[in-house]
């Protein structure tokens, strides 16, 4: 991954021209020139010239963004603000260290032995206390919630037993049947293993209803995207270097997730994290070229086509996560899985690839921003007058349930493939 | 001029409130730029939210010596808002509101800060339609377009931002606020100070409200393609399309630099041609037709290779992307341009295109040319980079040809940019001096102590500008 000082080519690319105006979505918020992609890299630029220092405003606005992309995706420069945006976290991170809190949430996502630490079963098993009301705000997992956050927050309990916990994933450990089809290896991803194992299994059968035979590696670390966000490079790279090794060993013909954030992390940013070590990053190329998202992986390299069953109508709307429409190019596929599912009528909203406002830390560095952002895409959802919002992003899922529930909002919110069967999510 | 003491601190947060004013550097160093990509730091940015609020602002710039300047979204491309002397950055960030569409007389009132995409989105909902259009239409506001008096592609049909600006609210630069113009289609009651204000660029007052004509949105809309093998016979093509009485809802023209710089950040599948044809017509559903066969007929004629009508909006509305980010995918070829947006008669284009390609060969530089050919627009990239100091003079020189051949052709120098800083040192290529004075009566007569964006339009006493004066009879 690049450092903040090998990035003064591409900050000064940026020409201001102001387009990113018309695709931020703090910017949509907020509405002030410090909220835009334009005024972040000017900050920041600013910021490596010496005229500010790492004061409260400057990283008041650093943190601000989603690191969605939008403004990157329409830069008719391509500025990759992405890039930079993350690495001036980086250097302040370098410098101030990392926040209390995520500091102690990333070691338990690195901890040995699997995701889980014991840390965080003992909250699993304390979540009584913790929850007694929706102010408490346990989230113990970086991407979803921190601790004590403002009230009145609707707040996804952990699992009683973590995807990766559950006996019928336990027996799915080892290397996949090659007789049968292609095998595939199973990345859970924080969201799925301690908020919804549910998505995970029906993923699962998925896979193996598309004539795939499926393992799910322990072990699995983190995919290291919310320590990157956060600035904190040095965890989100052994994260990737855990990772790469459990995936190595699983010696599967693709790697598969159903979470957009953990697909990126494993196709584009594992390799950034070990670019510092040409071997390392070989070998986490080929990972990343094995890895697809789970709509990726049903409909283009397994042909995947679910049973056309009469049911009944369920009008759906799709939200595109940053992760998978933007940064993987994926925007047919899930629509086109979404499709299969029984009964699926899908009826877009309006400006369906605007983000969530959960991305990039924002949720934990400026909730109430998170929020409004996340309100907007209630409105659109609401408009839509679809009874369902489907999307193919755990995080996405967390961050529209606590927003639509917010607005008052009356939309279940569900991962795509959960709709693939008849029960309802 | 002077800093802004402790005191006018005091007082700016006082009149607009301390969540809506800004002094630390953080803030600043983001109100200090515009397009033009030139950065001078203001002393403080305020947030107004009404006419009032400014009215007390610029007050105290009277009595306290220090400058304002209005600013919309920063978008300008002459540096009209950048505060090249300091002072305080007047942001509309905080006005934003539409605050009526009247469907019966076809009017809308709105704040300056409202994007103006937003405003044609809101009243295309109600079948109305606001025509004027500048490439940064997503992100530009109404009260950046009324300073400026942008235009875009659709003026070749619909004309400019001057020509939907029925009546404004204003702050003058000595703290009243008047209101100019009217709300009806007539109107002759004193001077009209409404157009004085459109394209004056925040030098005679500072707008607050915004009265604007509205049209029935027109039925239907073609979008046609035409390439042809030399830029000449596409420039001939154009003139020969006004010529033939069809008048293109846009007719945009589009040189193979521009069209390889935008093609590799769009990916839309341009083709790789030497020069391209955009052309939309509009209106009912079965003149399109005809209009669009009118169309075919002369590009064929003038050596149009290929002729295709897009299909489907997802089609239009990528090749509009594309054109509106011609600009800024520029800066691919080389880090710097000089962006001029000169304009000649119609039937001249020709002769401008050809001109332009000897000035290229001549100075030993590469321009790029788009642009609303329709109107005689075309936007000169003049590319350098200014590392090398051979390159960067060369470029100077080449657009001091440009104009100087713009003016022979009965032309002007800016269509829709306006001045600002950028071409100030052009001025008196084009305006003879006895103009020019008179101008600065009317600046100082509204502006008597030259607090209200100081530095734009003028150049300063003693500044080194072009050559005066080869602009042809109108």
């Not at chain 1, 201001?16 to 918020?29: A, D, H, I, L």
């Not at chain 1, 334009?38 to 963004?65: I, Q, W």
């Not at chain 1, 070691?107 to 304390?126: E, F, P, Q, V, W």
């Not at chain 2, 399109?288 to 002369?298: G, H, N, Q």
Request: contains cysteine; positive net charge; aromatic residues 6%.
């Amino acid at each position: 991954m690049k450092k903040l000082l090998e990035l003064r080519s591409e900050i000064d690319k940026c020409v201001r021209c102001g387009t990113c105006r018309s695709t931020c979505p703090t910017f949509k918020v907020i509405g002030r020139e410090t909220s835009c992609a334009r005024g972040r890299v000017t900050l920041v630029a600013e910021y490596m010239n010496g005229g500010v220092g790492l004061s409260e405003t400057f990283l008041k606005h650093l943190k601000e963004c989603t690191l969605c992309g939008a403004c990157r995706s329409k830069c008719p420069n391509g500025v990759d603000t992405v890039a930079i945006f993350a690495a001036a976290r980086r250097d302040v991170t370098e410098k101030q260290g990392v926040p209390f809190a995520a500091s102690i949430i990333f070691k338990n996502l690195l901890a040995s032995g699997g995701i889980m630490s014991l840390g965080l079963k003992l909250a699993t098993r304390l979540q009584g206390l913790f929850f007694r009301d929706a102010s408490a705000g346990v989230g113990l997992l970086s991407r979803f919630s921190l601790p004590l956050v403002g009230s009145g927050r609707l707040v996804p309990p952990l699992a009683p037993t973590s995807f990766l916990d559950l006996p019928e994933v336990k027996s799915a450990e080892g290397k996949a049947d090659k007789k049968d089809g292609p095998s595939v290896a199973f990345y859970a991803g924080c969201g799925i293993n301690y908020l919804m194992p549910e998505v995970g299994l029906k993923s699962l059968e998925a896979v193996r209803r598309a004539g795939a035979s499926v393992s799910v590696p322990q072990g699995q670390a983190c995919c290291g995207m919310p320590a990157y966000a956060m600035g904190d490079i040095a965890t989100a790279r052994s994260m990737a270097l855990k990772n790469l090794e459990v995936f190595e060993a699983a010696d599967a013909d693709f790697i598969v997730t159903s979470c957009a954030t953990c697909g990126h992390g494993l196709k584009s940013l594992m390799a950034s994290l070990l670019a510092d070590s040409p071997e390392l990053k070989a070998r986490a190329e080929k990972i990343a070229a094995k890895t697809r998202d789970i709509s990726e992986l049903l409909i283009k390299e397994l042909g995947f086509k679910a049973k056309g069953r009469v049911a009944e109508r369920r009008v759906v709307t799709y939200h595109d996560p940053c992760h998978l429409g933007r940064a993987q190019g994926l925007r047919e596929e899930p629509r086109e899985l979404l499709k299969m599912g029984p009964g699926v009528v899908l009826k877009e909203m309006k400006n369906p690839c605007l983000c969530c406002g959960l991305g990039g830390g924002l949720m934990y560095n400026n909730y109430e921003l998170s929020m409004e952002i996340a309100a907007k895409k209630a409105e659109n959802i609401k408009k839509s007058g679809a009874e369902f919002v489907a999307t193919a992003c755990p995080g996405c899922i967390v961050q529209l349930r606590d927003g639509l529930h917010r607005s008052g909002v009356d939309v279940k919110v569900c991962h795509v493939v959960e709709l693939l069967s008849e029960e309802k999510p | 001029m002077k800093m802004i003491s402790n005191s006018v601190k005091n007082e700016l947060i006082r009149v607009v409130g301390a969540k809506n004013a800004s002094f630390s550097r953080e803030e600043l160093v983001c109100y200090a730029y515009d397009a033009t990509n030139k950065l001078s730091l203001p002393d403080a940015v305020v947030f107004p939210s009404t006419p009032e609020e400014i009215s007390l602002v610029l007050k105290m710039a009277n009595s306290e010596g220090f400058p304002v300047i209005p600013r919309g979204a920063g978008s300008g491309f002459s540096g009209g808002s950048v505060p090249v002397e300091g002072g305080v950055v007047v942001s509309f960030e905080r006005m934003t509101k539409i605050l009526e569409i009247d469907t019966e007389n076809l009017v809308a009132v709105v704040e300056p800060g409202v994007v103006t995409w937003d405003l044609q989105q809101s009243v295309e909902r109600l079948g109305l339609f606001y025509p004027p259009d500048p490439s940064s239409h997503r992100f530009s506001t109404i009260g950046g377009n009324i300073a400026e008096c942008a235009g875009g592609p659709r003026a070749v049909k619909y004309g400019v931002t001057r020509d939907y600006v029925l009546g404004l609210e204003a702050v003058l630069p000595t703290g009243e606020i008047v209101t100019t113009g009217v709300r009806t289609a007539k109107g002759v009651v004193g001077y009209d100070l409404t157009k004085l204000f459109v394209g004056s660029e925040g030098t005679l007052g500072i707008v607050t409200k915004a009265v604007l004509k509205l049209l029935p949105l027109p039925e239907a809309t073609k979008t046609m393609l035409a390439t042809f093998p030399k830029m000449t016979e596409a420039a001939k093509a154009v003139s020969a399309i006004i010529r033939g009485k069809v008048i293109p809802s846009t007719l945009e023209i589009i040189d193979r630099v521009s069209l390889r710089c935008v093609e590799e950040y769009s990916k839309t599948g341009l083709p790789d041609v030497e020069a391209m044809l955009l052309i939309e017509v509009d209106g009912p559903k079965d003149s399109l037709e005809r209009d669009c066969r009118t169309v075919e007929a002369i590009c064929r004629e003038h050596g149009g290779a290929d002729f295709r009508v897009a299909e489907g909006k997802e089609e239009v509305k990528k090749l509009w992307e594309a054109r509106r980010s011609i600009s800024a995918s520029l800066y691919r070829v080389k880090p710097n341009k000089i962006n001029e947006d000169i304009v000649v008669p119609r039937s001249r284009i020709p002769e401008l295109v050809e001109g332009l390609g000897k000035i290229s060969a001549a100075r030993g530089v590469l321009i790029a040319s788009f642009g609303h050919a329709g109107d005689g627009n075309i936007h000169v990239n003049v590319m350098y980079d200014k590392k090398s100091a051979a390159e960067a003079a060369a470029a100077e020189a080449a657009v001091t040809d440009v104009f100087t051949l713009t003016l022979s052709l009965s032309g002007t120098i800016s269509g829709e940019h306006g001045v600002g800083t950028a071409k100030q040192k052009y001025l008196e290529m084009e305006l003879s001096p006895a103009a020019i004075e008179a101008m600065k009566r009317i600046k100082a007569s509204f502006d008597p102590k030259g607090i209200l964006n100081p530095g734009k339009i003028f150049p300063k006493a003693g500044a080194k500008t072009a050559a005066a004066g080869t602009k042809a009879p109108l």
